[in-house]
């Protein structure tokens, strides 16, 4: 049964106004967030994820609840249109969660007429439609130097891929930018280091040109990569060797990928997932120098390799799919986090 925010529920929390913790996750409350909630300034976390709140997210929210470091929202059915505008007076928040909305929100993306102070540490957002014909990466993450978990997903935004966003905050340890419609090549600084990145998502999109050469010499604990349903081509960087001893998934299917795979590759023995799939990839396939103890789901389907697979890699004590190429991975994204608030 659903529960609905009246002015008596209101009165009830009239006695709760000098909290600094709220959460409210994962209940059957519906309706719009109630107006009471903005009497509570001393508020520093708000939880009101996985419930049945509706209509407008209203800007006053941020304005009145000044004190927050932590605000989720994840998980309900807003509607209407949604400015970062709104975050103008927050300049304590750290974490931004609204993922999982029901409907899909109108987001502005062109340039806010502010200066944002806050420093995020956690951002995620997902299923909003631009409210411009071309929707961008809003231009205030342009300020953010702290952030370790960013995700913007299933939002319909074009342009350059922001690798900015890699270059301005390099203790990223997840980037998930899925299903938009990025373009341009995955160029990074070659001077750059990340030793905390862990998963890195930027799968269905329309990105092309090559994979970094050094590569692995930028992330070299990154356990998770997918950048499949692009239009990426070149070799596999060797320097894949470098998160040999991390790497566990590795997903390139649908691109244009070309050449033999890397010594470097075939030999990662903490590889769970290797998605080759729909690319034009040749030599032999997964030779008996090949090491995979870990290996249990392995797609080489429409590439060009020749030979036979290894017999000691098909007995693999986790080796779950025998017929390579056969069946798909049906996961659209890899959700081996969560992230406490």
Same mark, same amino acid.
């Given at each position: ?75 309900? &059915? ?16 750290? &974490? ?246």
């Amino acid at each position: 049964m659903l529960v609905r925010s009246s002015p008596m529920a209101c009165a009830n929390w009239q006695a709760l106004a000098s909290l600094e913790t709220l959460s409210i996750s994962g209940n059957e409350l519906a309706g719009s967030i109630p107006r009471c909630l903005f009497n509570m300034t001393t508020l520093h976390t708000l939880d009101l994820s996985y419930n049945h709140f509706g209509g407008a997210i209203p800007p006053s929210l941020f304005s009145s609840l000044k004190l927050l470091e932590s605000l989720s929202l994840s998980g309900n &059915a807003f509607e209407g249109s949604f400015s970062f505008a709104s975050l103008a007076n927050s300049s304590r928040l750290k &974490a931004f969660d609204l993922i999982d909305n029901y409907h899909r929100l109108s987001l502005e993306t062109e340039d806010a007429p502010y200066a944002s102070s806050c420093q995020l540490v956690l951002f995620r957002l997902s299923n909003c439609i631009p409210s411009s014909t071309h929707g961008f990466v809003p231009s205030f993450l342009m300020e953010q130097h702290d952030l370790e978990i960013f995700e913007l997903f299933n939002c319909r935004l074009e342009g350059k891929l922001p690798s900015w966003l890699l270059e301005n905050n390099t203790n990223l340890a997840f980037f998930n930018l899925m299903g938009n419609s990025f373009s341009g090549n995955f160029s990074l600084n070659s001077s750059l280091t990340n030793s905390n990145m862990q998963l890195i998502d930027l799968s269905s999109n329309s990105l092309e040109g090559e994979l970094p050469s050094y590569f692995g010499n930028i992330f070299p604990y990154l356990g998770n990569l997918n950048v499949s349903g692009n239009s990426m081509q070149g070799r596999i960087p060797s320097s894949m060797c470098l998160t040999g001893r991390f790497l566990m998934m590795l997903d390139l299917s649908t691109n244009r990928f070309i050449g033999e795979l890397p010594e470097q590759l075939i030999g990662c023995e903490t590889l769970l997932y290797l998605i080759l799939a729909n690319n034009n990839l040749s030599g032999q396939i997964l030779p008996r120098a090949a090491n995979m103890p870990s290996l249990n789901y392995l797609s080489l389907s429409d590439n060009q390799f020749y030979g036979e697979i290894s017999t000691g890699l098909l007995n693999s004590p986790d080796f779950m799919f025998q017929q390579i190429g056969i069946r798909e991975f049906t996961s659209s994204r890899w959700d081996i986090y969560n992230i406490p608030l």
